[in-house]
């Protein structure tokens, strides 16, 4: 009777098994953003940007959309909210094909074009972060946009961003809109 001692795993064979599977998952992460991204409905908004001087997140342009500060005295709907609290916003586009906030929830209105944020603070405005208040690029990219932001005034509307916005409520940036000429992210 012959006892076979156990042959040892081969190390290289389990690190490219688990290089496999790590390489899956961030395609299939990667396909499923684009995914929601070319299925959501289509807003363009007006933007602002700020200049964030922060060193250590990289290369991002900061900016603002109609949803950041939202009063809830002009917007119909609810009054009254909490920090770190859900908010919905129901969304309309108007004649000029822009994006503008309607109405404000703290529970999913049922219908509509509804976005989903999360309240910041309330100082007599609500102030909500909806995910997409940083446009990550590469330098050169993120400095020319942060460019363009800042030297446009209130009237100019010369920068808009276009975004998508899922059915479960999550807007995502697709791109933006620069002197009336689109430009889409590529994700591949």
Aim: aromatic share 8%; net charge negative.
């Amino acid at each position: 009777m012959s006892v076979h001692a156990p042959t040892p795993k081969n190390p290289i064979r389990r690190l490219g098994l688990v290089a496999a599977l790590m390489s899956a998952f961030l395609v299939f992460m990667l396909a499923s953003h684009a995914n929601a991204r070319s299925q959501g409905t289509e807003l363009v908004m007006t933007v602002d940007g700020y200049d964030p001087r922060d060193i250590f997140l990289g290369h991002y342009a900061q900016i603002r959309t109609p949803l950041n500060m939202l009063d809830p005295e002009t917007l119909a709907g609810d009054d009254s909210f909490e920090r770190d609290q859900p908010v919905f916003v129901t969304l309309q586009i108007g004649e000029d094909g822009l994006a503008r906030p309607v109405a404000i929830h703290s529970a999913h209105p049922g219908t509509g074009l509804v976005a989903e944020g999360r309240v910041a603070f309330e100082n007599g405005f609500l102030h909500a972060r909806f995910n997409i208040e940083r446009y990550y690029a590469d330098r050169t990219d993120a400095l020319a946009l942060q460019d363009m932001l800042r030297a446009g005034g209130p009237d100019e509307d010369r920068v808009r961003v276009i975004l998508s916005l899922t059915g479960s409520g999550q807007l995502m940036i697709k791109g933006f809109e620069i002197d009336g000429e689109r430009q889409i992210d590529r994700i591949w």
